[in-house]
């Protein structure tokens, strides 16, 4: 999990198996807290879900406090711009953040006999660059369940947290276990997004999804 403070920078947090039942009824998304005890260590994962030499990890004298402060920012969002992506000017290891509107659904597998579940589609955001965007099992499942029952007739747009790097396919991909995946939620971000779209461009919905979907399909019965 990642924690956030006053000034919105983030830290990677981690609680031991160990601790794991002492904590998780308390830890709530979105909910502010003071902590005492924890063990300051380095920040040495595989993938990195923050940009900060350390991580912070609980342990047998943890303490947590449910308090509010409304200084506190609910959510801090570090939009990674695709320019940087597309130029391999990102770190591969670290997980990022990104931002985009649909531009055209590329590939979709449903789940079958040796195969994962797998959308992939071009984004693209506001200064016209496009990424490919990989969504595997259950966030591949929420974008094509969203283009099958939404009946929004507006543009796609997405937001991927820990979005892993991909430089050889100039895109991202969710990872197993940490991405979450927004699309068309009222959130700040995405109306702002919204309203910065170009007035003259247009840009692919859920109707023409579904038949994009439909064309590039591999199904498995």
Request: glycine share 6%.
């Amino acid at each position: 999990m990642v924690f956030v403070d006053v000034k919105g920078d983030r830290i990677h947090v981690v609680v031991p198996k160990d601790y794991v039942a002492g904590f998780k009824d308390m830890l709530k998304e979105h909910t502010t807290y003071i902590m005492h005890n924890c063990s300051v260590v380095d920040n040495d994962d595989q993938f990195k879900v923050c940009d900060h030499r350390y991580k912070l990890m609980f342990n047998s004298g943890t303490t947590l406090t449910e308090e509010k402060l409304d200084q506190i920012p609910s959510h801090v969002y570090n939009f990674k711009s695709f320019g940087d992506i597309l130029s391999g000017k990102c770190q591969s290891n670290l997980l990022v953040d990104v931002i985009g509107v649909v531009h055209e659904v590329t590939f979709t597998q449903r789940e079958g006999v040796g195969k994962k579940v797998q959308a992939s589609f071009n984004m693209k955001d506001l200064s016209g660059n496009i990424i490919n965007c990989t969504l595997w099992e259950d966030n591949g499942r929420k974008f094509m369940s969203y283009s099958t029952n939404t009946s929004e007739n507006a543009a796609i747009i997405i937001i991927l947290t820990r979005a892993r790097i991909k430089h050889a396919h100039a895109g991202v991909s969710n990872v197993w276990n940490g991405s979450k995946l927004f699309i068309n939620e009222k959130m700040p971000e995405i109306e702002e997004f919204r309203q910065n779209l170009p007035k003259n461009e247009v840009f692919v919905d859920a109707s023409e999804i579904i038949s994009q979907t439909l064309g590039s399909s591999q199904y498995s019965y």
